[in-house]
C-alpha cells in the first residue's frame, strides 16, 4: 500500500493510492498496470476514432477530445492546483501545441487505416520513450532496447508495406 502524505481532499481507496503514486512509491507491478489501463484506453479511443471520422471531422474530433480531457482531469485540481514558474508555462505551452499536433496526426492516421493495421505503430512510443530517455536521463540503451527498437521498426516496415493498410 502507497500512503497518503497528509493529502486533503476527496479519497478513492485503492485507486487513489495507485493514481497517486510516485516513482520513488511505485514498484514494476503497479507501474505496469497503470501502463495496460492506458494501453487499453488508448486503443479503444483508437477503435472510437475510427468509427466516428466517418461522421465528424478530424479537427471536431480533436477538439471535443481535448475539451472532454480538460473538463474531466480538471475535477482533481482544488487538491493538486502548483502555480507553474514562467519557465513551465513556457514547457506546458509548448507540450500542448505538440501534443494537439499528435492528436490531429494520430486522429487523420487512425481515420484513413483500419485499428489492427496501424496498432504496430503504436509501438514507436516505446521507441521513442527510449531514446528521449538516453538523450535527457542519460539512461543506458541495453542491447535489448536496441534489439526491441529494431524489431519495432521491422514491424512498423512490414505494417507499411502489407496491402490493404489505407481504405
Known amino acids: ?3 497518503l502524505r497528509g493529502r486533503t481532499g476527496p479519497r478513492f481507496g485503492p ?7 510516485t ?3 511505485t514498484n514494476l507491478p ?5 501502463v495496460m489501463a492506458a ?4 486503443v479503444s479511443m483508437g477503435a472510437s476514432i475510427r468509427m466516428v471520422s466517418l461522421e465528424i471531422p478530424n479537427a471536431s474530433i480533436v477538439f471535443y477530445f481535448a475539451l472532454i480531457g480538460t473538463l474531466g482531469t480538471s475535477l482533481p485540481l482544488p487538491w493538486y492546483w502548483v502555480t507553474p514558474t514562467p519557465q513551465a508555462v513556457g514547457w506546458l505551452l509548448a507540450i ?3 501534443a494537439t499536433l499528435g492528436q490531429l496526426l494520430l486522429t487523420r492516421g487512425l ?3 483500419a485499428a489492427a493495421r496501424v496498432g504496430a505503430f503504436g509501438f514507436f512510443a516505446v521507441v521513442f520513450g527510449a531514446f528521449y530517455g538516453w538523450l535527457f536521463w542519460d539512461e543506458l540503451l541495453r542491447w535489448t532496447t536496441l534489439t526491441g527498437a529494431l524489431l519495432v521498426i521491422c ?5 507499411g508495406r502489407s496491402r490493404g493498410l489505407c481504405k
Open 1 to 3: 500500500m502507497i500512503p
Open 155 to 159: 514491424a512498423g516496415v512490414a505494417a
Open 30 to 34: 503497479q507501474g505496469a498496470l497503470l
Open 111 to 113: 481515420s484513413l487505416a
Open 96 to 98: 500542448g501545441l505538440l
Open 23 to 25: 516513482a520513488a512509491d
Open 39 to 42: 494501453e487499453f484506453m488508448f
Open 15 to 21: 485507486a487513489d493510492r495507485l493514481l497517486t503514486a
